[in-house]
């Protein structure tokens, strides 16, 4: 089984995601990844709701509330960098993509993480 980056890397680097040019979401390269047997359903899984926790992580973290459904808008509400070619440095280098640190919800979504 790959590790996250290693999914997030193989979906960049066989033009899956590109992060413009209308390939701007990871959650649909991420499913027609799988669609193409390139990742299994359960790495599917697993990376998109590293995504999703990710994006609640940055959004709830300042209001409380979760609305984004895109990482663009979580960053940009967040007042984090949110153009195609931050994003796809962020995939580029998950471990160490923008962080939030503080907030009760941070510490829940920490304590019931799937591991990478």
């Not at 047997?37 to 409380?64: L, T």
């Not at 940009?76 to 195609?84: F, I, K, M, S, T």
Request: glycine share 6%; net charge positive; with cysteine.
């Amino acid at each position: 089984m790959k590790n996250l980056q290693e999914i997030f890397n193989q979906a960049i680097d066989l033009g899956y995601y590109q992060g413009h040019r209308g390939k701007i979401y990871m959650c649909f390269a991420l499913s027609d990844m799988r669609e193409d047997s390139v990742i299994s359903a359960w790495e599917c899984f697993r990376a998109r709701r590293k995504i999703k926790q990710y994006m609640y992580e940055i959004d709830h973290a300042k209001s409380g509330y979760s609305y984004a459904c895109t990482l663009e808008l979580s960053l940009h509400r967040r007042g984090l960098p949110c153009e195609d070619n931050d994003r796809l440095a962020i995939y580029k280098d998950w471990k160490n993509r923008p962080r939030v640190t503080t907030g009760a919800y941070v510490k829940f979504l920490q304590f019931f993480a799937l591991p990478s």
